[in-house]
Each structure stands twice: as structure tokens, then as C-alpha cells.
């Protein structure tokens, strides 16, 4: 009997596998924040600089210790029971103690405050790094796709090339056009190759840069959004000057300027005592039997005050050098106020004037699509030389490429002006 057959279809066991979404952007800046650069490097540094802090709120607290000690000092005069050497207590000596010792000065709460500034600083520095690593992605991306944009266009200024010259051959086997115009067309068709090379070659560099950012190195090129063809000049009205006070600098020059007045305060510090003390409990014994042991058992607490007096300058040269910094952190705090407001000026303009270049392209690339049309039409009626027709073909490939460049310009110049407003 043969088996039952069902009555639906057998669905097939070949799954079409469905194409890779293009890499947006956003998706790789966040694939090469992921990778070795700069900016994980700012990360470890901010790293050590917040076991700085530690460390330093570590040294106002008291140290726990042990220590264990066996001397032995041989016998001033046989069998005497007298030492040599009267700084020790016996021929055998036991020691072993436990307890607490530490230091207590003014410069050890400077040393917490700066260090509390420059791990912040360091923070900021993170995101200064981070954003560089954004701003150079984006390039890389734009980068990329004008380069797959200008490749497209020298092809489609190849083809439309490659069709004159064929049309050109075909009048001239029938002969209705002179050879020279063969020429001048197969000419056309030879500067328009080398576009397309030029292009081609561009692009595989473009793509091996994008593609060392993101991780997948040279031999795999980035699937990504084509380059949009057009652009959108409210984004840059919403972006104002209010917002540079955002930037992570300004917070890193406040940092530094902070840590530099901490620099000036542990200078100051010098001229104060210090204080060392230690709390200790053990036994001090010339036998390590019991009762010895009960007997020289006890606590032992002792403090050392240190001032110093004259150190031929020392202290004060080192105030004076933190002096010196601070007034070079806070010129330093100016010089970048002044070129950060500068950078969101020029970002602002030159996003506005690549809007303007944007528009006139595409009004350009019109002019040029019908001037090419009008230009083969007079041709082939015989009213006009061949010049004018490869003239507009150029014209065209030009205004394409143009087009193209002035996209990207505004795509980058966008984003450097949201940078500069603290975004």
C-alpha cells in the first residue's frame, strides 16, 4: 500500500538567506568604540587616574602592620651577660609586634583634592577622545560612501559615453559623420575610463580606511548607506552657540586649573610640621619562653613631629613652579574658550555655505542633463559640431561629481557643527 500523500505542499528545505543590512552610521561609530583606538586608551587612563584617588585617601589612614624581629649581640666579656652594644637590650632579643602607623599632614588633603581633579580631567579626556573617534568614523563613512557615489557617476558618465561613441561609429560606417567625429567621441569614451578608474581606486581606499576603524580590516569592505542626496539646512538653525559651554574641554580645563591650585596648596604644605605615629601591641622578650614573654608584654605608642626649618629654597621653588602652572592652565583655559566658539563659528558656516552648494549642484546637474539633451539633438541634425556635444557629456560628468562632493561636504560639515555645539 503506498503511503499516504499529503495534500499541501512540501515546503523546501533551502532557505534564501536574507542580505546584510547596510552599516548605518550611528551602527559604526558604536562598532569602533568598540575597537582598539585612542579612545579606549583614555579609558585605562582614566582608570589609573581614579586609582590615584584611592591611593591618596588610602594615605590619611592609619596602615595596618606586623613585624617580627630576632637580634642577637654577642657578649661584651665572656660568659658576661652584658651586650656589646648598648643600643640593644640584650645578647638575644624576640620581638613581635602588631599595630597601626601613619603620617598626618597638611599636603596629604591637597594630594586628595588633585588627585579628585585630575581623574575628573581625565574623565573629560575620555570623552574628548570619544568624540574624536566619532568625528574621524564619520569622515571615514561619508568618506566612503562619496567615494561609492562618484564611482556610480563615472559609470553612468561612461555609459552614456560608450552609447555616443557607438551611435558616432554607426553614422560614420553610413557616412554621415566625418572620422575626426568618430574620434573626438572614442576620446570621450577614454577620458571618461579614466574617471571610472580613478574612482574605483578611491573607493577601495576609502572602503580599507572605514574598514580598519570598524575592525574588519583591509580585506573586507563595509556594507553601508548610500550618501544622501539631500539635505535638510533647519538641522544647522537648531544648532546654536548655548551649546559650546557643553563641550567636555571646558570641564577638562576646569579640572586641570583645579588641580593646579591643589599644587600650590601642597607646596604650602612643606612649611607645616608633619607628624608620624605608630600604635603598636607585642612582646619584646630575651627568651621566647612564657614567661618571659607574659612579663615583657605590653602596648607601644610613640609620635614623631618633623618640621622643616631651611631647605635652601626648595620649598619655596616648588611653590613657585605650581604657581607657574596654574597661571599656564588658566591661559591655557582662555586660548581654548576662544578657539572652541571660533570652531562653532566656522563649522556654522561652512555647513551653511555646503547647503548652498548643495542646491546650486543640483540645479547645475539640471541645466547640464538638458544641455546634454539639447547638445546631441542639434548634433545629429547637423546643426552643431561634435564639440558641443562632448563638451556637454564633460559638463554633465562634471556637474555629477560636483553634486556628489558638495553632499558630502554638508554631511561633514554637519556633523563638526554638532560637535561644536556640545552634541
Known sequence: MPPPTSSHPVASTTMAVPAALPLSAEAAVQTALQQASSFQRAIIDEQIAAQDVTQARAALLPRVRSSATVAYNSPAHPPSTDQSFIAQNAIHEYQALIGVAGEFNVGLFAAVRRARALMEAAHAGTEIARRALVR????????????????????????????????????????????????????????????????????????????TLLGYGISRTPSIVPLRQDVDPAEIGRLTATGVARRPEFAQLEAQVRAAREDIRAGRADYFPKVFYSVDEGFDSPTLSAEDIRQHRGMLAAANIDWTLFDWGATRS??????????????????????????????????????????????????????????????????????????????????????????????????????????
Open 318 to 423: 616648588r611653590q613657585r613652579q605650581a604657581q607657574l602652572r596654574l597661571q599656564g592652565a588658566e591661559l591655557q583655559r582662555q586660548l581654548t574658550t576662544r578657539d572652541l566658539y571660533l570652531q562653532f563659528t566656522t563649522a556654522h558656516q561652512e555647513a551653511l555655505t555646503a547647503a548652498e552648494r548643495v542646491d546650486n549642484a543640483k540645479t547645475a546637474l539640471a541645466d547640464a542633463e538638458r544641455n546634454v539633451t539639447i547638445s546631441l539633438a542639434r548634433y545629429r541634425a547637423g546643426e552643431a559640431p561634435i564639440t558641443e556635444a562632448t563638451d556637454a557629456l564633460t559638463t554633465r560628468a562634471t556637474q555629477r561629481m560636483a553634486l556628489q562632493q558638495a553632499l558630502y561636504d554638508f554631511q561633514i560639515a554637519r556633523e563638526h557643527l554638532r560637535e561644536a555645539a556640545g552634541e
Open 136 to 211: 574621524g568614523v564619520n569622515e571615514a563613512y561619508y568618506g566612503a560612501a562619496l567615494a561609492t557615489a562618484k564611482r556610480v557617476a563615472a559609470e553612468q558618465s561612461l555609459a552614456a559615453a560608450e552609447e555616443f561613441e557607438r551611435v558616432t561609429a554607426l553614422n560614420d560606417k553610413a557616412g554621415e559623420v566625418p572620422e575626426v567625429d568618430l574620434i573626438r567621441a572614442r576620446l570621450q569614451s577614454a577620458q571618461r575610463r579614466d574617471d571610472l578608474a580613478q574612482a574605483r581606486g578611491v573607493e577601495i581606499v576609502a572602503n580599507a580606511s572605514l574598514g
